[in-house]
C-alpha cells in the first residue's frame, strides 16, 4: 500500500507483449522512463490525489530470464538489461540527489527550469531567459526534485569463482526506494543497467581514454532466507510469499525441496550415528583428517534466523574459520 515502485514480471511481459519487452531489453532506460510515466498516470486515474503521496512510480522488472556473472559482464553488454548475482561487501550512505533543478533569478525574480540534472556532471546556467542577465542565480531548495542516493559494492558469490582467482567486484547504484534493501554480507540478486561513465583517474593512469562500468539497479532481491525478512508492503523488494513462489518457479531461487524431501531430512536426523555420516560424507577419497572434515561439515549447517522485535535481524549462519596446510588435500 502506498509503495512507490510496481514489480513488473518479465516473463508476463514477454507473453503479453512481446514487442515491450524485447524494446525493454535493448533500450531499457528510455522504456523504463515510459514505463514510470504511464504507471503513474494509471494510478491516478484511480486514486487521484497519490502525487501528493509519491511524486513518481518507478516499474520494477522481475524474473529477467537471463543471469549474468559480474566477470562476465562486456561492452556488449552496456546499455542494456542485465540480471547478476553476488555478495555486498561495502554500503555508502544515504544522499539525496539532484534530479530536477530550478533556479531563481536574483535580478528579475523568475524562475528558471526544470533542468534536468545529468549523475556526471553539475547543471549550469549562463543567462536568464526572461531579463536576458547573467545573473546571479540561486538554486530554488523548494521547486527542485530530489531523490535518494546510495552505492554499494557487489563482489562476485564464492561459489561462483573459478579456481586460483580473486572474486571481482562492481559498483551498484541505487536510487529512490531502492536504498537500504541489502546489508553487507547479505547475497542478492540485481537487475538493472549497465553503464559507463567518465572516469579521469582511469585515463590518468592509462595514458589514453578509459570509461569505468558501474550497474544502475532496477530491482533487487535478497537471497536465501533474507527475502522472508523484509516487508512485504515494498514492492521493489520484492518479498511477499506470491513473489517468493513465481522466482522458485522461474528457477531463481538457490535451493528448491518439496514435501518429500522434507520427510526424508526429518527421518535422517533421527537416525542413530547421523553426525559421523555426515562428517564421513565430507571428501569421501581423502583418508583421516576427521577435525578437519568436521570444520567442514559445520560450514554447510546453520542456526535459526532471528527478527528481534521486528527492528533488528540476527542471521543464522555460521562462520567457520579453517586453517590448514595444502598436504591436507581439502
Same mark, same amino acid.
Given at each position: 500500500?502506498?509503495?512507490?515502485?510496481?514489480?513488473?514480471?518479465?516473463?508476463?511481459?514477454?507473453?503479453?507483449?512481446?514487442?515491450?519487452?524485447?524494446?525493454?531489453?535493448?533500450?531499457?532506460?528510455?522504456?523504463?522512463?515510459?514505463?514510470?510515466?504511464?504507471?503513474?498516470?494509471?494510478?491516478?486515474?484511480?486514486?487521484?490525489?497519490?502525487?501528493?503521496?509519491?511524486?513518481?512510480?518507478?516499474?520494477?522488472?522481475?524474473?529477467?530470464?537471463?543471469?549474468? &556473472?559480474? $566477470?562476465?559482464?562486456?561492452?556488449?553488454? @552496456? %546499455? !542494456?538489461?542485465?540480471?547478476?548475482?553476488?555478495?555486498?561487501? #561495502?554500503? =555508502?550512505?544515504?544522499?539525496?540527489?539532484?534530479?530536477?533543478?530550478?533556479?531563481?533569478?536574483?535580478?528579475?525574480?523568475?524562475?528558471?527550469?526544470?533542468?534536468?540534472?545529468?549523475?556526471?556532471?553539475?547543471?549550469?546556467?549562463?543567462?536568464?531567459? &526572461?531579463? $536576458?542577465?547573467?545573473?546571479?542565480?540561486? @538554486? %530554488? !531548495?523548494?521547486?527542485?526534485?530530489?531523490?535518494?542516493?546510495? #552505492?554499494? =559494492?557487489?563482489?562476485?558469490?564464492?561459489?561462483?569463482?573459478?579456481?586460483?582467482?580473486?572474486?571481482?567486484?562492481?559498483?551498484?547504484?541505487?536510487?529512490?526506494?531502492?536504498?537500504?534493501?541489502?546489508?553487507?554480507?547479505?547475497?542478492?540478486?540485481?537487475?538493472?543497467?549497465?553503464?559507463?561513465?567518465?572516469?579521469?583517474?582511469?585515463?590518468?593512469?592509462?595514458?589514453?581514454?578509459?570509461?569505468?562500468?558501474?550497474?544502475?539497479?532496477?530491482?533487487?532481491?535478497?537471497?536465501?532466507?533474507?527475502?522472508?525478512?523484509?516487508?512485504?508492503?515494498?514492492?521493489?523488494?520484492?518479498?511477499?510469499?506470491?513473489?517468493?513462489?513465481?522466482?522458485?518457479?522461474?528457477?531463481?531461487?538457490?535451493?528448491?525441496?518439496?514435501?518429500?524431501?522434507?520427510?526424508?531430512?526429518?527421518?535422517?536426523?533421527?537416525?542413530?550415528?547421523?553426525?559421523?555420516?555426515?562428517?564421513?560424507?565430507?571428501?569421501?577419497?581423502?583418508?583421516?583428517?576427521?577435525?578437519?572434515?568436521?570444520?567442514?561439515?559445520?560450514?554447510?549447517?546453520?542456526?535459526?534466523?532471528?527478527?528481534?522485535?521486528?527492528?533488528?535481524?540476527?542471521?543464522?549462519?555460521?562462520?567457520?574459520?579453517?586453517?590448514?596446510?595444502?598436504?591436507?588435500?581439502?
Amino acid at each position: 500500500m502506498n509503495s512507490e515502485s510496481l514489480d513488473v514480471s518479465y516473463i508476463h511481459l514477454l507473453h503479453s507483449k512481446a514487442i515491450l519487452a524485447l524494446f525493454l531489453t535493448a533500450c531499457p532506460e528510455e522504456m523504463l522512463k515510459i514505463f514510470d510515466v504511464v504507471a503513474m498516470e494509471a494510478t491516478e486515474l484511480h486514486y487521484p490525489d497519490y502525487s501528493q503521496i509519491h511524486s513518481e512510480i518507478h516499474v520494477r522488472i522481475t524474473d529477467f530470464p537471463t543471469i549474468n &556473472n559480474l $566477470r562476465e559482464l562486456r561492452e556488449s553488454n @552496456l %546499455n !542494456s538489461l542485465v540480471r547478476v548475482t553476488g555478495v555486498v561487501t #561495502r554500503r =555508502t550512505g544515504v544522499f539525496p540527489q539532484l534530479k530536477y533543478v530550478k533556479f531563481n533569478c536574483l535580478k528579475c525574480d523568475a524562475v528558471l527550469g526544470p533542468f534536468f540534472q545529468d549523475s556526471n556532471q553539475e547543471v549550469k546556467i549562463s543567462f536568464c531567459t &526572461n531579463c $536576458r542577465s547573467r545573473g546571479p542565480f540561486v @538554486l %530554488n !531548495s523548494e521547486k527542485t526534485l530530489y531523490r535518494n542516493y546510495q #552505492r554499494i =559494492t557487489l563482489q562476485e558469490s564464492p561459489g561462483t569463482v573459478p579456481p586460483g582467482r580473486l572474486p571481482r567486484h562492481k559498483e551498484v547504484i541505487l536510487l529512490w526506494d531502492l536504498v537500504d534493501l541489502a546489508k553487507p554480507g547479505e547475497e542478492v540478486e540485481v537487475t538493472g543497467i549497465y553503464k559507463n561513465s567518465y572516469d579521469g583517474t582511469l585515463n590518468a593512469k592509462n595514458g589514453f581514454p578509459v570509461f569505468a562500468t558501474v550497474l544502475e539497479a532496477n530491482h533487487i532481491r535478497r537471497r536465501e532466507g533474507a527475502a522472508k525478512n523484509s516487508s512485504p508492503s515494498n514492492g521493489s523488494g520484492s518479498s511477499s510469499a506470491t513473489a517468493n513462489d513465481a522466482n522458485e518457479t522461474n528457477g531463481s531461487s538457490p535451493f528448491q525441496w518439496t514435501e518429500e524431501d522434507e520427510k526424508k531430512i526429518r527421518a535422517m536426523s533421527r537416525e542413530r550415528g547421523i553426525i559421523d555420516k555426515i562428517i564421513a560424507s565430507m571428501a569421501p577419497s581423502i583418508y583421516g583428517h576427521k577435525d578437519i572434515k568436521t570444520a567442514v561439515a559445520c560450514s554447510l549447517f546453520g542456526g535459526v534466523p532471528k527478527d528481534v522485535n521486528g527492528k533488528h535481524s540476527i542471521r543464522g549462519d555460521i562462520n567457520v574459520l579453517l586453517l590448514g596446510d595444502p598436504e591436507n588435500g581439502l
